[in-house]
């Protein structure tokens, strides 16, 4: 009740204020009343004359007052007064019934016509400004009442317009001319000031025409008319009897038609148009010229409560604003429902930023430039910060990236803000969720955030964007990516076929080109730089991995070099064999998952990184070898976003790298490693082989990636070259081998640590059958070879170690490991190490073999004949009774496999599938390779795979090379071959030397040694060997002049295959 009385009060005050306005003076009606002294009564000719010519005082009767509802009648005269005097002329009889006819028609005229509105007095502030005669305001309410918004027209005068922004359905219109000046006058008048408006009436679209008073008393629209910015509008000056106040109006206009003030002064109208700006605008200049002193400038458009459309001074150029250091909730425009929708309190943000700068006159101190060209700064209006009150009243929170860098005090203060606004719980923080108003993703409860701070040594680039890093204090290793930054990508090819030279256009080829050099030159300054350097890694956010779609589950073959297995269809054999020391690091399946699902529970950190306090994605940005990410509305950023966009403005102004594709230097380098075949890399060889009489050592090439200890791919700069290179004599444990994984990955460890990324020094020797180049590895002098061997992770390869110049030295450092015990030699006994004693003149090793399996006359397969030959009966008894049922069929598996031959069981290995099922299986105790049927395949159980190794040991004949393949003579060798020895249950073989998983062999026979009796019938020839080996291949020599001179075969048209040999040496 006490509200109810207070409000009527108010209201009862406001009516009296306004009571007493005259439309037509500045002084209040009551005051010129008392002013003016009564008339004495007039004469009844000076009365007829007043009847005909209204007073100006009968004018303010006709006109009602702003609180009088009806206007007074005048009363009817008396019957005396109505009726003619005695003597009066029959003419004046007439005027009077004339002048009593015109009565009553006006009477008439003003019944038929419709009751005016009643006047309403309404109070309010002045938000916005639209033209020079009209503007919003915000109209005054009780208490708890929401406030009103009233779009207010000036009543009688009328105002150039202003031209219509560019939109979407129609282009930008020019201004009308004095438009801008007209609104900039009445804008300074009353914007922000509290008005008097009393409103004559309301139009159909809902504007209120009214006449309007600012400080009490002064009329608004005459002020307007007086200064020349607006005219009288023509229907208010057309009427019969216009009202005093547009009589008023009109000499005002005219007195400023004499003056030749604004709109009237038709000399300067060509001037008085704001230009229209097409073109883009450049906001990095803009910023470099106007950093370091206030932006004058005009609010046009609060878009959110943080983003400003301003009208810079004196350009009147059009532009959005950034406020620095905050962000407040979104809004959009929803195409599909046609309304404004907005995040939580973003209209209220919105609202707030009208409230205080719309239509103001700001100071704009720039900080930086975002990558849409809009500006970044502080602004101020009426003495206070914009942002520092959004973030007080709780409408935006703190925004690190776009906060000024050079200012800390000035970030610092808002920090605090927002701080006690979060304590208070005003609008934003009051929600549930506050961050969820800005769309910052959120962590699942179960993921591993990152580390803020890192400070470590980078000891991997794994690829561009990224780094691995140690970290000193916990000796964990960090995946570190740069954050809003985006790097070239590296095509892994180099040259266009003629079918993707059609399908691209030769800019897209020479684009490619260009972002594959710039991305090799920013792997190098990274690499020169970074790599191996302490840093310090900042946190700027966070984001959560992309789970993965789930996939239909299959089998996925093991990854296999092509050049391990022989596979020969249409009922020829097929033997499948593996090389330790060329297997590619690839982790296995299980790791692979465990290592997803670590990564889908982790957290991905973007992180600024500091060499000695140096941004180094500040200087990438500069020389123009990475761009600067473009990020959504509400994305997070880097800590220096602001920085780094004009960091890129330099570099595209100066055209550097990226930003000049058309004059960066194509990258010609010839990876040898892509398609890698033996043919391929001969091709390379000359010029990078070291020969007696030209040595070639390149001593600046970069590894770029550790394969395993004794494989690592290079690049050559020299010769321009990528290539694939492996320490010769030589080799690493296999991955695969269980009990020998943890030695094979520490090698790795141990070759990536001291050459990954860093320049070393090779000596090329030849290339072995898969393409990769053999030789010698030097980092700083060392030999990497000797390294590993004196550590205990690699092996002397036998024979191939006692055949290369430095094999002496390789045995020893090999022998220096054995007696420590080291890693592979743990269990090592010197009375066992039968391999130490295999040398020209030494014992060795010999042992009983029976061949099981024949591929050519020097390929074979042979089962060495022990006490644990006795097993495979076992086996055989075993292997019926086992079960049937499902089998994982792919590449690896063990199976008990059906013989076709004799319909027995024996243990194999699936090589490949084909389709229908059909795997091609290798008998591991035999060496035979056939087709199997599913039906025909069985479970092997773990039990019986370790219950005996595999008893087929791959073996070849030591000091001899067979006819070619598909000669004359490559069916007779073999043959010949079956005969020495198919008719022996076990013969005698003596070990020359081993090479990978091939035992190079002497086969005894009654005859003397198989290798000799093919030589000497002229179906083999002897192959070049060491001085090491000059007893051995003494014989084998002696037995192949016999063949010339008997022309046995191959030597039957005399001495032309040792001549093409020394030919092909030449």
């Not at 009077?96 to 006047?119: D, G, I």
């Not at 890192?454 to 000796?475: M, R």
């Not at 690839?586 to 973007?606: D, F, I, N, T």
């Not at 000797?786 to 191939?800: A, M, N, T, Y």
Request: charged letters at 25%; one cysteine or more.
């Amino acid at each position: 009740a006490e509200s109810k009385q207070r409000q009527k009060q108010q209201e009862t005050r406001r009516a009296r204020s306004c009571e007493g306005y005259s439309m037509s003076s500045k002084q209040p009606a009551q005051q010129k009343k008392k002013q003016q002294a009564p008339a004495p009564a007039p004469a009844p000719a000076a009365q007829k004359q007043k009847q005909k010519q209204p007073t100006p005082t009968a004018a303010k009767q006709k006109q009602p007052a702003p609180t009088a509802a009806k206007q007074k009648q005048p009363a009817a005269k008396p019957a005396a007064e109505q009726a003619p005097a005695p003597g009066t002329p029959a003419t004046e009889l007439e005027q009077q019934q004339q002048q009593q006819q015109q009565q009553q028609q006006q009477q008439q005229q003003q019944q038929q016509k419709p009751p005016r509105q009643p006047r309403v007095n309404v109070y309010g502030r002045v938000k916005s400004v639209q033209s020079g005669d009209s503007f919003d305001l915000i109209a005054d309410q009780a208490r708890g009442v929401e406030p009103q918004m009233r779009t207010i027209a000036i009543t009688g005068i009328s105002a150039p317009r202003l031209g219509r922004f560019p939109s979407a359905n129609a282009p930008q219109t020019a201004d009308e001319p004095f438009a801008w000046d007209s609104r900039e006058y009445l804008r300074r008048k009353i914007i922000g000031q509290r008005v008097a408006c009393v409103i004559e009436h309301t139009s159909a679209q809902g504007r209120d025409y009214a006449t309007v008073f600012v400080n009490d008393t002064e009329n608004v629209g005459l002020s307007i008319v007086q200064e020349g910015w607006a005219h009288v509008r023509q229907a208010a000056t057309a009427a019969a009897q216009p009202r005093p106040e547009i009589v008023e109006l009109t000499k005002a206009e005219e007195t400023a038609k004499a003056a030749n003030k604004g709109i009237h002064n038709a000399a300067a109208a060509q001037g008085a148009v704001r230009p229209i700006y097409t073109g883009v605008f450049d906001a990095y200049a803009f910023y470099s010229a106007n950093s370091a002193a206030p932006v004058k400038a005009i609010v046009e458009q609060a878009r959110t409560g943080s983003v400003l459309k301003v009208s810079l001074l004196p350009s009147l150029r059009i532009v959005n604003v950034s406020l620095a250091g905050i962000v407040s909730p979104r809004l959009w425009w929803n195409a599909e429902t046609k309304r404004l929708e907005a995040e939580p309190f973003g209209i209220a943000s919105r609202n707030f930023a009208e409230y205080y700068t719309l239509h103001r006159d700001i100071d704009i101190k720039l900080t930086g430039v975002e990558k849409n060209e809009e500006l970044i700064g502080t602004v101020t209006c009426c003495g206070r910060d914009v942002g520092q009150e959004l973030l007080r009243a709780g409408f935006a929170v703190y925004q690190q990236w776009s906060a000024p860098k050079t200012n800390p005090e000035y970030c610092n203060a808002l920090r605090a803000i927002e701080a006690d606004a979060k304590a208070k719980k005003l609008h934003i923080w009051s929600l549930a969720a506050p961050l969820a108003a800005i769309n910052t993703p959120q962590p699942s409860t179960d993921a591993i955030s990152c580390p803020e701070v890192i400070s470590g040594k980078v000891i991997d680039i794994p690829n561009l964007g990224a780094l691995t890093v140690l970290d000193t204090v916990t000796n964990e290793t960090h995946k570190i990516i740069f954050s809003s930054l985006l790097f070239p990508m590296a095509a892994r090819q180099q040259t266009f076929t003629a079918a993707e030279s059609k399908r691209t256009t030769p800019e897209e080829q020479q684009r490619t080109k260009a972002e594959n050099a710039i991305a090799f030159e920013a792997r190098e300054y990274l690499r020169k730089h970074i790599f191996g350097a302490e840093i310090t890694c900042k946190l700027d956010y966070e984001r959560v991995p992309t789970a993965p779609a789930a996939a239909p589950q299959q089998q996925k073959p093991k990854k296999k070099n092509t050049q391990k297995q022989q596979t020969k269809q249409s009922g020829e054999m097929v033997a499948v064999f593996g090389d330790e020391d060329d297997e590619i690091a690839q982790p296995h399946e299980e790791e692979q998952e465990q290592e997803e699902q670590h990564k889908a529970q982790s957290m991905r950190g973007y992180y600024s990184i500091f060499l000695n306090k140096e941004n180094v994605a500040l200087t990438l940005v500069s020389l123009g070898l990475v761009k600067v990410a473009q990020h959504g509305a509400r994305d997070p950023r880097s800590s220096a976003y602001d920085q780094l966009c004009l960091a890129e403005r330099r570099a595209t102004a100066e055209k550097k790298g990226w930003w000049d594709p058309a004059h960066v230097k194509p990258l010609d380098i010839n990876d040898v490693s892509l398609n890698q075949t033996q043919a391929r890399s001969k091709q390379f060889l000359p010029f990078l082989q070291s020969t007696p009489g030209s040595p070639k050592k390149f001593e600046h090439c970069v590894v770029e990636y550790v394969f395993s200890a004794t494989r690592v791919k290079l690049y050559v700069p020299e010769q321009h070259v990528m290539l694939s290179f492996s320490l010769a004599a030589v080799r690493a444990p296999a991955r695969d081998d269980v009990a020998r994984k943890p030695i094979a990955e520490r090698g790795l460890l141990f070759v990536k640590g001291l050459c990954h990324f860093r320049e070393v020094a090779i000596d090329v020797e030849t290339v072995d059958r898969t393409g990769n180049f053999l030789g010698q590895l030097m980092v700083n002098g060392k030999n990497i070879a000797l390294e590993l061997l004196e550590q205990g992770l690699v092996s002397c390869i036998p024979g191939v170690t006692q055949r290369h110049p430095l094999g002496e030295r390789l045995e020893a450092a090999q022998l220096k490991a054995k007696k420590q015990h080291l890693c592979l030699w743990a269990n090592w006994k010197e009375e066992e190490d039968k391999e130490a004693e295999a040398t020209n003149g030494g014992k060795l090793e010999q042992f009983q073999v029976a061949i099981s399996e024949i591929v050519s006359c020097t390929q074979f397969f042979v089962q060495i004949v022990s006490s644990e030959s006795a097993k495979l009966d076992v086996l055989r008894e075993k292997l019926p009774s086992l079960p049937s049922g499902p089998i994982a069929t792919k590449p690896g598996t063990y199976v008990a496999a059906k013989y076709s031959a004799d319909g027995c069981w024996y243990r194999g290995q699936i090589s490949a599938v084909q389709p229908g099922g059909v795997c091609i299986v290798f008998f591991i105790d035999y060496g035979t390779v056939e087709l199997v049927r599913p039906e025909d395949m069985r479970p092997l159980p773990d039990s019986l795979v370790q219950y005996l190794a595999p008893q087929a040991r791959h073996a070849s004949l030591a000091f001899i090379k067979p006819p070619t393949e598909g000669s004359d003579y490559h069916l007779a060798a073999i043959s010949a071959f079956k005969e020495l020895v198919g008719s022996m249950q076990s013969v005698s073989a003596t070990v020359e030397y081993q090479e990978k998983n091939v035992l190079y062999l002497t086969l005894s026979c009654p005859e003397g040694s198989v290798n000799a009796e093919l030589v000497r019938e002229g179906l083999a020839t002897v192959e070049r060997a060491g001085r090491r080996y000059e007893a051995r291949v003494a014989p084998l020599l002696a037995a192949q002049a016999e063949a010339k001179l008997a022309h046995a075969n191959m030597w039957q048209y005399g001495d032309c295959y040792d001549s093409d040999e020394e030919h092909k040496q030449k």
